[in-house]
């Protein structure tokens, strides 16, 4: 992320009867947080009145459709986002998709509002009892104000945590009775560094090593996207020729999954992993987890004879890692500055790249594929196309047939949860529209996971959002019928989604929507959602699929 903000300190000058309420907005001014992402409660209206005319307030039915969209729309936009969810209720509601947020290092700022300080100490309703301690430790802070007249001072300190690296959601529960307090102010602005250069010598050690290294792999993990570091990580990968791998579970892609030395996804258990990497005698992970890993399958940690490397911005993921010696720094930075120390790979012999198989059936299958899906969505995909996946039973089809180009283009969930992908999209268009930018939004979304957010189309809808959906109805879930088969878990109920009339569901939230069950009637409802002015469910009735584990 970057700050917007001047490098000297600024102070916001406010009238004469000033109070909280406006001291704050006039902070929240200069932060440039002037969108803010929420569904209101009681407890919140104090903080909303008179909502400012410069100020947007984007709503969604449902607090972990607010957290996702603001989400997406951090990333996009690579600043902090406000979201305003209410009291312990809302906040709880949220917190599936927090966790997404957290692991993302997605810097947010979410509030919430308490109740009247002088009814706290007797348990009000709508009461949030400890509030600081209940969206932990998915935040990187948390944080109730003493006095009503430290809550400007609170967002300021709230900004700068949540933008300095590791980048992470914080928390701020204000009482409702402290907007309307005078306060004289100004409030202070400040700005921080959101950037943290690795160690010089330690850094040279590494690049030390890679230049040693006789068959060196590369993983890029969603940190270098994150960073700016798209570019780093290709000039690196062609300098050193190193194979490179899509690091497991990504939330973001930083590679181009088409280059020559892309050699495809490593796998996410421990074994899958290391058998992947057999033959590589160094591996360097940059901006990545050491790994991520679900669901258990044992084996060897990495391969025999081969070391590893990492670097990262976040000291927690360092000190996870299981395997391997760890730099902390910023990702780009370490890239930037690699590039000059690293030697000449070129007298290595070339990786093999990954292979697309791309098969389909002889003949039309009814339900159709996910491969004939994808298969024809990679026709029609517009190249400046993003992708908001949740159909995680279908990741590696997507690889193979649709793979990431671009920087910034590829968004999934960075936690294990589902309900993500479908306002994930809606805050990515959004936050393309903020700054100016039309690009095609396509969420790649299972029949299970549209449920769990499935009010976020209204929300799309009320913005006329060109969002196309696709949906993947397999009425399973699919993705836990594998994890079934794996784990010897026979018998396991709950896993058959009969009866959702998902088309209707998309009407009544105000959406364009379409069943189809051939690729043709798939490519017709896909071009025509392209141009559509408003956001465009289609229903894709489609075969089960096993998922790679």
């Not at 986002?81 to 998709?97: C, I, Q, W």
């Not at 039973?393 to 193979?400: C, G, N, R």
């Not at 409802?525 to 408003?534: M, P, R, Y």
């Amino acid at each position: 992320m970057v700050s917007q903000l001047r490098d000297e300190e600024r102070v916001v000058s406010v009238a004469p009867e000033s109070t909280v309420h406006s001291v704050t907005y006039d902070l929240l001014r200069a932060l440039q947080l002037t969108t803010v992402f929420g569904n209101p409660g009681s407890t919140e209206q104090p903080f909303l009145q008179e909502f400012p005319d410069d100020f947007t307030y984007v709503l969604a039915l449902q607090e972990a459709s607010v957290i996702a969209m603001a989400d997406t729309f951090a990333q996009v936009t690579r600043r902090p986002a406000l979201v305003n969810v209410h009291s312990s209720a809302g906040l709880g509601n949220s917190l599936g998709n927090l966790v997404a947020a957290y692991h993302g290092n997605t810097p947010l700022i979410i509030t919430s509002g308490q109740q009247h300080r002088e009814m706290v100490i007797g348990e009000p309703y709508l009461g949030n009892r400890d509030a600081t301690t209940m969206p932990k430790p998915w935040v990187k802070w948390s944080y109730e104000p003493a006095r009503a007249e430290d809550v400007p001072n609170a967002f300021m300190r709230a900004y700068a945590m949540a933008l300095q690296p590791p980048a992470g959601p914080v928390y701020l529960s204000i009482p409702l009775d402290d907007w309307k307090r005078p306060l004289a102010g100004p409030a202070p602005v400040r700005t921080v560094s959101d950037r943290v250069v690795p160690d010089e010598q330690r850094l040279r050690s590494f690049a030390d090593r890679i230049s040693a290294s006789s068959r060196p792999a590369l993983v890029f993990g969603p940190e270098v996207d994150r960073s700016g570091g798209w570019d780093a990580a290709i000039a690196l990968a062609e300098k050193v020729r190193a194979a490179v791998y899509g690091a497991p579970l990504l939330d973001r892609a930083s590679f181009p999954e088409d280059h020559a030395l892309f050699c495809g996804p490593l796998g996410i258990s421990i074994k899958a992993v290391s058998d992947r990497l057999a033959g590589h005698d160094l591996v360097v992970v940059i901006g990545g987890e050491v790994f991520r890993y679900y669901p258990y399958v044992p084996g060897d940690y990495l391969p025999a004879g081969t070391e590893l490397l990492q670097i990262t911005a976040d000291p927690e993921v360092a000190a996870a890692a299981r395997r391997g010696d760890s730099l902390l720094g910023d990702p780009k930075t370490a890239m930037d500055q690699l590039l000059e120390l690293v030697a000449d790979g070129s007298a290595r012999a070339t990786p093999r790249a990954m292979e697309r198989p791309r098969k389909l059936p002889a003949t039309p299958s009814r339900p159709l594929t996910p491969p004939e899906v994808y298969a024809s969505l990679s026709k029609l995909r517009p190249l400046d196309a993003v992708i908001v996946n949740e159909s995680t039973s279908t990741m590696a089809q997507q690889i193979e047939w649709l793979p990431t180009t671009a920087s910034g283009s590829f968004f999934a969930t960075a936690s294990g949860g589902i309900g993500w992908g479908t306002p994930a999209a809606v805050g990515v268009a959004l936050a393309d529209r903020s700054r100016g930018t039309s690009r095609p939004v396509v969420g790649l979304i299972g029949d299970g996971s549209f449920q769990y957010s499935v009010q976020a189309i209204w929300t799309a809808a009320q913005h006329k959002l060109p969002i196309v959906y696709v949906v993947m109805r397999n009425k399973e879930y699919s993705i836990l019928k594998s994890f079934a088969e794996l784990e010897e878990t026979p018998g396991v109920p709950g896993l058959d989604l009969p009866g959702i009339d998902i088309v209707s569901l998309a009407h009544g939230f105000g959406c364009r929507a379409v069943d189809v069950d051939t690729t043709q009637d798939l490519e017709r409802a896909f071009t025509q959602a392209l141009t559509a002015e408003t956001p465009t469910v289609i229903v894709v009735a489609t075969q089960p699929q096993k998922a790679a584990l």
